[in-house]
C-alpha cells in the first residue's frame, strides 16, 4: 500500500503570527537604537562633525569630486527604488525556476525599502539635528541617519540574505555576498562624506542603522519562513510504504 504526503505549496508552513511578532520586536528595537545612536551623533556635532566638515570644505572640489556626485545618486531615492524592484523581479524569477517561494522577494524587497524609509524619517524627526546651524553652513546637509547609505545597505543586504536563505548557499558563498553589501554601503558613505552631503555622524549612523535593519529583515523572515524548502511535487512529494505483515507461520 503507498501513501503520497501532500506537497508543501502556496502558504503552507508558514508562521504569520510567529514572524508579526518577531517584525514588532524586532522594528522597535531597531528604532530605539537609531535614536539612541542619533542622539549619540548630535551630542559630537561640535567635537567631530565640525571639523570634518571644515577638512572636507578646505579639500575643495575638482573632477574626482564630479565623479563623485554622479556615484552618490546609487543611494538615492529614485534609484534604490528601481535596484529593489530589478532585485526583486530577478529573485522571484530565480526563485520560481526552483521552485520555491518566488513571491517572497516581491514581497520582502518593496517593504524593505518602504518601511525602512518610514523608520527613517521618523528617528529624523525625533533626532532632529540643528537646521539652523546648518543653514549658517550654507549647505543642503541631510539629517540623521544617512539615507543613501541606509538604503543601499538594506536594500542590497535584503537581497543577499534571500538569496543565501533560500538558494542553502554555503559559509563562504555567504560572506562574499555580505562584504559586496559592506563596500558598498562604505561607498555610498565616503561619497556623501566627501561631497558634505551630511555629517559624518549621519554618514556612519546611516550604516549601523543600516546593518540592524537588515538584521531584522532577517529574523523577521527567518520566523516567517522558518524551513523554507523547494515547493515543487518532485521535491516535497515523499512515498511511503507501508510494511507487509509475515505470512503467519502454518500450524502444526
Known sequence: MHTTQTPQRGLAGLRWVAGLRTAVVWLAGVTVLSIAVGFVAKSLTTLVDHPVFDAVERAGTN?????LSTLTKMGNVWQTQR???????????????RGQRWWMPLVV????WIVSRVMQFGVAWIVDRDRDAISLLGTNVGAFPSGGVMRIVTVTGAAVFLASYYGRWERGRTLAGY????????????????LNQHWFTDIIGGIIVGWAFLAAVAATVR??????????????????????????????
Do not use: K
Open 63 to 67: 573632477d574626482w569630486t564630479d565623479v
Open 109 to 112: 524587497l518593496p517593504l524593505t
Open 179 to 194: 562584504a559586496v553589501v559592506f563596500a558598498l554601503g562604505v561607498a555610498e558613505a565616503y561619497f556623501r562624506g566627501r
Open 223 to 252: 520566523a516567517f519562513d522558518p524551513s523554507p524548502r523547494s515547493t515543487t511535487p518532485a521535491a516535497d512529494d515523499t512515498t511511503h510504504t507501508s510494511p507487509v505483515p509475515a505470512a503467519p507461520e502454518p500450524t502444526r
Open 83 to 97: 535596484l529593489a524592484a530589478v532585485l526583486a523581479v530577478g529573485l522571484a524569477v530565480w526563485l520560481w525556476r
